[in-house]
């Protein structure tokens, strides 16, 4: 499960950030906190893997915190939350190691994008095997480029299929699996990956159980990201 600690001095926003956390599932949200000292206190205390981190903090600005976390050598990732705009913030956000930064307002599906990817990075990078180059060029694809999803189809929703099936390119995926990793439910889940047979993006795998029913898997095709 992962951990995401949010620092934010709004208790509404910190309220909305906890309960889309909880929305997209197997994750423990702590905070909200506010300042420095208390993210180094609960960062000696516990695991944490990701922070949400807003700029308008009330000691001190959060850009200057994530400068200051990274000289004091905490490289735990962080995720940049904030109605702080400025061309000069976000660079400064990025040059000291921010993985998204998301302006305030956002909508959940933003946060759930954010998220979603951030799970994809720290399942790739959390891996007990070696990783691959084709591991780490998934965390900056765009998924299928120039496609038209056709009617009756959502593309949030086949991008989530697709970052499932990314999660490990060598796998063979069941529908089951990946119904039951969106909370969805097979049937969708089928009509999706029949698209994605017939714009061949996929390998499709047909094995027959004990009563001969068959059970299709897939996994993408290496060429999924080069249109």
């Given at each position: 499960m992962i951990k995401v600690l949010i620092v934010e001095d709004d208790p509404m926003v910190a309220f909305i950030n906890k309960q889309y956390l909880d929305k997209i599932g197997n994750i423990k949200a702590l905070g909200p906190v506010t300042d420095e000292e208390?993210?180094?206190e609960i960062l000696e205390k516990e695991k944490i893997d990701l922070i949400l981190l807003d700029v308008f903090l009330p000691k001190k600005n959060g850009i200057e915190i994530l400068k200051s976390l990274r000289i004091k050598k905490y490289l735990v990732d962080v995720i940049i939350i904030s109605a702080a705009n400025s061309s000069d913030e976000?660079?400064?956000a990025f040059a000291y190691g921010t993985v998204d930064y998301l302006i305030k307002p956002?909508?959940?599906e933003r946060f759930e994008e954010s998220i979603n990817k951030?799970?994809?990075?720290?399942?790739?990078l959390n891996k007990e095997l070696d990783i691959k180059q084709g591991d780490i060029d998934s965390?900056?694809?765009k998924h299928i480029k120039g496609y038209d999803v056709p009617k009756g189809l959502n593309k949030l929703t086949l991008d989530k299929i697709i970052k499932i099936l990314e999660a490990d390119y060598n796998k063979m995926w069941s529908v089951r699996e990946i119904a039951f990793?969106?909370?969805i439910s097979n049937v969708t889940v089928k009509k999706y990956m029949d698209y994605l047979e017939e714009i061949d993006k996929i390998f499709v795998e047909t094995t027959y159980g004990n009563v001969?029913?068959?059970?299709f898997k897939y996994k993408l095709k290496n060429s999924i990201n080069k249109n």
């Open positions: 208390e993210i180094i976000i660079k400064k956002f909508n959940y951030y799970k994809l990075r720290y399942e790739i965390l900056y694809s990793n969106l909370n001969g029913r068959p059970e």
